[in-house]
């Protein structure tokens, strides 16, 4: 079975604080992404990662940033958190190629920005 | 813009019923539907797909229709048992393009035993 793994399941921050949500995959996925959950808006792409070291934006970058300096691990950072960065961060990781193939999702990390 | 809706937020069922889930689509170019299952405090597992070159797609008590013409999947789930109840996401992508794959706003369905 796939494990993706999410290091805190619930943080709590300080606004202006930097943030990193760190997530690990051990099935040599090629592709990473990051999501965050909100009621009523479904899941939303933040960033993702084809490859080490490669980055692309999703739908809604801004104030995010990621790290991918290995294959296995993603990291999300948030340069300076603020209250509306309240939400729940989904990692997910996929294999690439020709196909298709499902996401599979780590369990969350519910942040709150104070 | 939200290319993929749920428009029914939550969805109660008697155990034993057929619990249907629907989902609309506005891209044209979405070719591959998923249905994720997500259960509070985990994070969303794989239920079930389908293709474009597909109308149906069964597994066990599971059925995922698409309706292309109309930009519409559904999911039924037949019997309903109670450990049935989550929030049911609709997802879909283009061109086997994971890196675009769309999420609905999710499907709270209950299932009452």
């Given at each position: ?106 369990n969350g990390t ?5 | ?6 428009n029914s937020p939550?969805l109660s069922v ?100």
């Amino acid at each position: 079975d796939v494990k993706v793994t999410q290091s805190s399941r619930y943080l709590v921050k300080r606004t202006g604080e930097k943030v990193f949500l760190e997530c690990v995959q051990d099935m040599d996925h090629e592709n990473m992404f990051w999501y965050r959950q909100d009621p009523g808006l479904g899941l939303r792409l933040i960033y993702f990662s084809y490859d080490v070291k490669m980055k692309e934006k999703g739908d809604i970058p801004e104030g995010y940033s990621v790290s991918r300096e290995k294959k296995e691990r993603f990291s999300l950072i948030l340069e300076s958190a603020s209250t509306n960065q309240t939400s729940m961060y989904l990692c997910a990781s996929s294999t690439a190629g020709q196909g298709y193939s499902p996401l599979h999702f780590g369990n969350g990390t519910r942040l709150t920005v104070t | 813009d939200q290319q993929v809706k749920q428009n029914s937020p939550s969805l109660s069922v008697q155990e034993g019923r057929i619990s249907i889930l629907n989902c609309d689509y506005t891209n044209s170019m979405f070719d591959y539907f998923l249905w994720y299952k997500k259960y509070p405090a985990e994070g969303p597992t794989f239920l079930i797909s389908i293709s474009s070159i597909k109308d149906k797609n069964e597994d066990g008590r599971f059925t995922v229709f698409l309706n292309k013409s109309a930009k519409h999947l559904s999911l039924h789930i037949v019997p309903s048992q109670p450990g049935d109840s989550a929030v049911y996401f609709c997802a879909a992508s283009a061109r086997g393009n994971n890196n675009d794959m769309r999420f609905g706003a999710g499907t709270r369905l209950t299932v009452k035993p």
